[in-house]
Each structure stands twice: as C-alpha cells, then as structure tokens.
C-alpha cells in the first residue's frame, strides 16, 4: 500500500453553533488522520477575551454518504483559550476506510452554557492511499 503523501484538506471554519465535517472518505481511499488542529479565532472579533469549546466525533458513514454526529461518535470536548492552538495527536492514527466516514468538529458557541461567539479554524493532517 503506496500513502500520496498527500495535504489532506485547507483550513475549515467552523461557525459558533455549527457543526461542520473537516474531512470525509472519497474514492474508497483509506485515510490515515495523524493530528486535528483547531485554532479559536478570536482576532478582530468582539470576543477577544473568551474561551471557545469544541467537540471532535468520527463518524461513520450512512449509507456511503456522511453521516450525522451523534454522542456516541464523540472522542474529545476541548476548552480553547483566547488565540489559543490546541493539536489532538493520538498516539495511533485514526483510519477512516469506507466513502463517507468522517471526522466532525462542533464548535459549542453559546450551547452547554457558553458565552463565546467566535470561529475555529479546523485542520486535519495525515495520509491517504495513493
């Protein structure tokens, strides 16, 4: 099995409130997801002084399409300070082999009693089967 080596996406925004999929499975390639990077973006926000919370889940696909977050797809509930970087590293890869699964990220805003309204800037780093 050859790896591309391959940049396995840009940064992804993901808006206070939302859910957003930062990377899913296409073309049966199996993926190898070395790290999650997730930047609160408070700069030039109203919000500078505030601490961001996020949610990361692998999700499994629905039907070879992307399928929903739900609690039990959940690994990790972070606090992210003002301009604050947070890198999720596991120890293994996390392997995504089949169309549609998924690694998901919800930025909390102003659920589970929040205050914070800014963005997160959302990477993923790894490798895909050539």
């Known amino acids: 099995m050859a790896l591309a080596k391959a940049n396995l996406g840009f940064p992804t925004i993901v808006s206070a409130g939302t859910t957003s999929t930062i990377y899913s499975v296409s073309s049966a390639k199996t993926v190898y997801i070395r790290s999650i990077v997730i930047y609160n973006s408070t700069v030039g926000t109203a919000s500078t002084d505030l601490s961001q919370q996020a949610q990361i889940y692998i999700v499994p696909n629905s039907g070879?399409?992307?399928?929903?977050?739900?609690?039990?797809?959940?690994?990790?509930?972070?606090?992210?300070?003002?301009?604050?970087t947070f890198f999720f590293e596991p120890q293994y890869p996390i392997t995504l082999t089949s169309n549609g699964d998924s690694i998901q990220v919800f930025n909390e805003g102003t659920f589970n009693l929040g205050v914070a309204t800014n963005d997160i800037n959302v990477v993923v780093l790894g490798d895909r089967e050539a």
């Open 64 to 84: 070879g399409s992307v399928g929903t977050a739900t609690d039990g797809d959940r690994i990790a509930r972070i606090s992210l300070a003002s301009n604050d």
